[in-house]
């Protein structure tokens, strides 16, 4: 069955960097977009970013456009997440999401064109 799991959350302070990573299998990964979402407390989930299988389209939140960088390793069934200057606003539990078909998306949900599996998440926190 589809797993995920993240890695790469910590405490940083404000203007600090994080690297999330997320290793998926029992799907060919190289197949499908990837993708990041999150969701901090009192706060519903919010997408953040997505790259399509092969890397051509790269999406993003705008409150994090110039701050994160979305990529894959395809061979290592990974996709990863780069972040710099966190704020406190970035503070949340982040999430992988896997996509349905090869495009890129903007959403969490299956109309939205995302897989409902969920890894356990990683845990970012921005705070001086």
């Known amino acids: 069955q589809v797993q995920l799991v993240e890695s790469g959350g910590g405490l940083v302070q404000p203007g600090g960097s994080l690297k999330l990573s997320c290793v998926g299998s029992?799907?060919?990964?190289?197949?499908?977009?990837m993708g990041w979402i999150r969701q901090s407390p009192g706060k519903g989930l919010e997408w953040v970013s997505s790259v399509s299988s092969g890397s051509n389209t790269k999406n993003y939140k705008k409150s994090v456009e110039g701050r994160f960088t979305i990529f894959r390793d395809n061979g290592r069934n990974t996709v990863y997440l780069q972040m710099d200057n966190l704020q406190p606003e970035d503070t949340a539990v982040y999430y992988c999401?896997?996509?349905?078909?090869?495009?890129?998306?903007?959403?969490?949900?299956?109309?939205?064109?995302?897989?409902?599996?969920r890894g356990r998440g990683t845990q970012v926190t921005i705070s001086s």
């Open positions: 999401v896997k996509g349905r078909t090869p495009l890129a998306f903007r959403g969490w949900t299956a109309f939205e064109g995302v897989d409902e599996t």
């Open positions: 029992g799907f060919v990964f190289s197949d499908y977009a």
